[in-house]
């Protein structure tokens, strides 16, 4: 097992708390994860798939108030309530132990305590951490493994007197003697707790098994104590995917992007480019964590081992590699389970069999307007199930990272795609980005714009004006031709009609195809008020039926909106008080002056 004397008395000190039945430290192996996964399908909270469509697969429902990570019970603990900022729920960390010891004092009982040693990055990457992560949950354990480096390796990495980033979580459902086990233990929402420790680097779960809110290692990890991390010591933990192109003379480039959710960010991971010899492979759909190296590059890791992708509307029309990757060996949460026991959503392909199932486990009637797969229901499988997986996935020191995307859902005002003047523009561009509401959500004026800085609103573990001065920090650190290019993209653009001017999907690879030749210093770019723009005629939309005027319409810079924006963008840099760096003040003075010049 292990001899870190840290680790071993850290255990002992929550099975004292957590009063288990018994404690089991997860080695990660195959013969474990066959173990758990019958056990989960021998009482019920389980079932397997039919081993001739979807081999080593299996399917799982959860309670109806754990299906999505809870926003407003996630709290960063830090000493003020300044440190945690103004976009973050703040609990003061003596406060909340308190609280939390009371609800975790014999929680277990009645239960496993697993012990999950895992590795955020490639196993023995000088970038990789290693958390140990305690739980009563046997569906965090095989989803563990699949995100992470899991089990005895990771053990071994972390060594005697390693560190480890603590991660402690319970489902709060202790069981007496005898009492039978319901399908998928959890406490109400307002009751369940998703803390994190800056200071400390601790992480303590409470109340929900799924997703973010118990697969610790990772928004509360990789995102949210990673990014104090990355302040602390020089690096950045981002809400990005990170995808190579491959150009037809067989040129590699990697590209990092960040989008807010629902902005389709596992699609353009995978996306499959329309235009001739182009390819795109996918190192990874939801987090990158990015440092300078010696050769003055900014070098990017995927942190995690496999994707947990939302599932509705994956077919092979809008994703096949995302479709192809969930064949087999994949963990599926709350889709529709059809009679011969294979799975079924909206926007799968073809229609729902006969008696297929709803994610509730009630009969599906297409008729009405129930869904039959969650809205968040989702897929668990390893990064090596993706047919254009990139072969440097696992490589410890990363991919080169030569351009930054930030965008949003913005029917208005924002062009298709356009570059940033500078670093400390991009990180501006990224400051602001967001999707216009629709009338679908309650609550907010439709038309108006959500921000979501740097997709990071609901992952930063600090202060969020303070890790705009980290970002505009980093800049620093390398010659400027090092720094990787900052470019603002938009597939959702609409005309007077409400029509999208742009196709989307496969063609948006003509974008990455552009910024692809940019980051070569081609000169097909042209100066804007706001940013560099495409010189006319520098996307290639050979073969695309878009009407030269839709093209303009899609490049247009209204100073009327962009006015709109402008006082929007200062509003919303309001919130920061006194933490909003000044070089995001004068980035942004400086396209208030060019937009106000006739
Ligand atoms: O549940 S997760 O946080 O892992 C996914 C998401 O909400 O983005
Ligand atoms: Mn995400």
């Not at 800056?198 to 949210?224: D, H, M, V």
Request: net charge negative.
């Amino acid at each position: 097992m292990t001899n870190n004397k840290e680790l071993l008395s850290w255990v002992k000190k929550w099975e004292d708390i957590f009063k288990p039945k018994n404690v089991y430290w997860c080695n990660g192996s195959e013969e474990e994860n066959q173990d758990i996964l019958n056990y989960m399908v021998g009482n019920g909270s389980a079932i397997k798939l039919n081993e001739e469509k979807r081999p080593n697969s299996y399917y799982f429902q959860t309670d109806d108030s754990d299906v999505a990570r809870v926003e407003n019970r996630t709290f960063i603990c830090s000493p003020l309530e300044e440190e945690a900022g103004p976009t973050n729920n703040w609990e003061e960390p003596q406060r909340m132990k308190e609280k939390m010891l009371k609800v975790f004092s014999g929680a277990m009982q009645g239960r496993t305590m697993y012990v999950i040693p895992f590795s955020m990055g490639p196993l023995k990457g000088d970038k990789s951490y290693i958390g140990i992560q305690i739980t009563d949950s046997p569906y965090v354990v095989i989803h563990m493994r699949i995100m992470t480096r899991m089990g005895k390796e990771a053990l071994d990495v972390l060594g005697d007197n390693g560190q480890f980033v603590p991660c402690i979580h319970s489902v709060g459902r202790p069981l007496k003697e005898g009492e039978k086990d319901v399908k998928w233990p959890c406490r109400p929402i307002e009751e369940k707790y998703i803390c994190q420790f800056p200071q400390t680097k601790e992480i303590w779960s409470y109340g929900s098994g799924y997703g973010g809110n118990a697969l610790l290692g990772k928004k509360c990890f990789a995102l949210r104590i990673a990014s104090v991390l990355g302040k602390e010591e020089g690096w950045l933990a981002e809400h990005m995917l990170i995808l190579s192109l491959t150009n037809p003379q067989g040129e590699k480039k990697y590209i990092a992007a960040a989008f807010p959710s629902a902005c389709g960010k596992t699609n353009l991971a995978m996306v499959i480019p329309t235009i001739q010899g182009w390819k795109v492979e996918t190192v990874g759909d939801d987090i990158a964590w990015m440092r300078f190296g010696k050769d003055g590059k900014l070098w990017a890791i995927n942190p995690e081992n496999g994707f947990f992708g939302v599932v509705p509307q994956t077919s092979m029309d809008t994703n096949p590699n995302a479709f192809l990757s969930i064949q087999k060996n994949t963990l599926f949460t709350n889709v529709g389970l059809t009679p011969d026991k294979d799975v079924w959503w909206e926007g799968i392909g073809y229609n729902a069999p006969k008696g297929t199932l709803n994610w509730k486990g009630e009969l599906y009637d297409e008729n009405s307007d129930e869904v039959c797969a969650q809205k968040n229901s989702r897929f668990t499988t390893p990064l090596n199930e993706c047919p254009v997986i990139d072969p440097l996935y696992n490589s410890p020191q990363g991919v080169p990272i030569s351009a930054i995307l930030f965008g949003g859902r913005r029917p208005t005002t924002i062009p298709l795609v356009y570059e940033a003047k500078s670093w400390n523009h991009g990180v501006m561009i990224g400051s602001v980005i967001g999707s216009e509401t629709t009338a679908a959500v309650i609550g907010l004026k439709q038309g108006e714009v959500r921000r979501d800085p740097f997709a990071m609103k609901p992952f930063c573990g600090y202060n969020m004006g303070d890790y705009f001065k980290h970002w505009i920090d980093m800049g620093k650190k390398t010659q400027k031709e090092n720094l990787p290019k900052i470019f603002s993209v938009n597939w959702f653009k609409k005309d007077e009609n409400g029509n999208f001017l742009w196709p989307g999907y496969g063609e948006n690879s003509r974008i990455l195809a552009y910024i692809f030749d940019r980051c070569n210093n081609k000169d097909i770019a042209q100066d804007s008020p706001i940013g560099k723009i495409p010189k006319k005629g520098a996307i290639n939309i050979e073969g695309l039926d878009v009407k030269s005027e839709d093209m303009d319409k899609l490049f247009e810079i209204n100073r009327t909106l962009w006015k709109e924006e402008i006082a929007n963008i200062e509003d919303f840099y309001s919130i920061f008080k006194e933490h909003l760096p000044e070089e995001l003040k004068i980035e942004l003075q400086e396209i208030k002056d060019n937009i106000n010049k006739n």
